[in-house]
């Protein structure tokens, strides 16, 4: 008969066995979009200059589909350096609604657990463990960071074989990074709509459109995303004071 | 793009990441919000998504030089969405938009 000691060492070890066949389940869409985009992805930092090794770094830890994305175009378009970096570090400051939605759930977790949690989000990972965080008690950090990590090495490696690989890959990119749009679309739509969040999809897709029409295509998501919200509370608040569902 | 420009965008780009994607959640964990905090948190998932797509499907420059080509992203988004609604499977909404898409460029010609 093992003993209690032996039966504690196994017992989170058939946790974490649990916990990674669930969180692959969870990933495995989000991993599949990723080697569709991430190969497009590397091929073009490979025509800037990028090494496999520099590719797998750069996603491994700065970790920015859309980024990625924005570095080769703007370089080759010939932007002065500092204007790239601004222009990724203003598309990507839609990740502070990110981790703030997050904050709830982690309030009994350690600091290096929500660090490395914290730094490997992206906007498919955020969809796929908010929905579980949503719909399941049994979800915890542990789950999502592992998502996170599933997601982000797919991204790598499609990343590094992309610019391995070079001129030998002709995926038309344009159909390709539609497979992102439309896993946003179903993360949109399977998200529970109440007269609320109907007000709140309706502004922050309207303050894209009008960002993007004056030219604020940077920022477009960030703002169009802290619109919605404020949009959302003020309708929230004149629901509440009219007494209306 | 030499090595010192690498380094330079690295740094730069990972320090600003790591920040919007830290600070936020060590600013917060741990502490009692107040309801009005907590009801904008629940509004964020909806907002950021709805946002993202329209960032994807809503082009003034495509619409501008082809209307035509413009609109596809619109159209090909359709089927992704009853897809979407019936199965709630991404990997279905994946193959379904880009399916839908190829189409629509291969049938207007744009591919």
Known sequence: MPSADLLLYFLPMSNVRNAIGESLKAALPVMLGYVVIGLPCGLMEDAIGFTPLQCFLLSCTFYSGAGQFMIPNLWLAGTPLYSIIASVSFVNSRQILYSAAFSPFFRNVGRLLSFFFAATVTDESFGVNMERFGASKSWDATHALLVNLFSMFTWSIANALGCALGALIDLPLVITSFAMTSIFICLLVTQTITRKTGVVIAVSAAGVALCKLVGLSGPAILLGALTGVVAGLIYGRRERAHGYH | ?111
């Open chain 2, 1 to 111: 793009m030499g090595t010192t420009d690498f380094l330079i965008l690295y740094v730069c780009t990972l320090g600003s990441m790591l920040a919007c994607r830290c600070i936020p959640l060590f600013l917060l964990k741990g502490r009692e919000l107040s309801p009005t905090v907590s009801e904008a948190l629940g509004l964020i998932p909806a907002a950021a998504f709805a946002a993202l797509v329209a960032n994807d499907l809503f082009s003034p420059e495509a619409i501008a030089s082809d209307p035509v080509r413009g609109m596809l992203p619109f159209v090909a988004a359709l089927p992704v969405v009853v897809v979407a609604r019936k199965s709630g499977s991404l990997i279905w909404s994946a193959l379904v938009g880009m399916l839908a898409y190829a189409c629509l460029l291969f049938a207007t010609g744009s591919l």
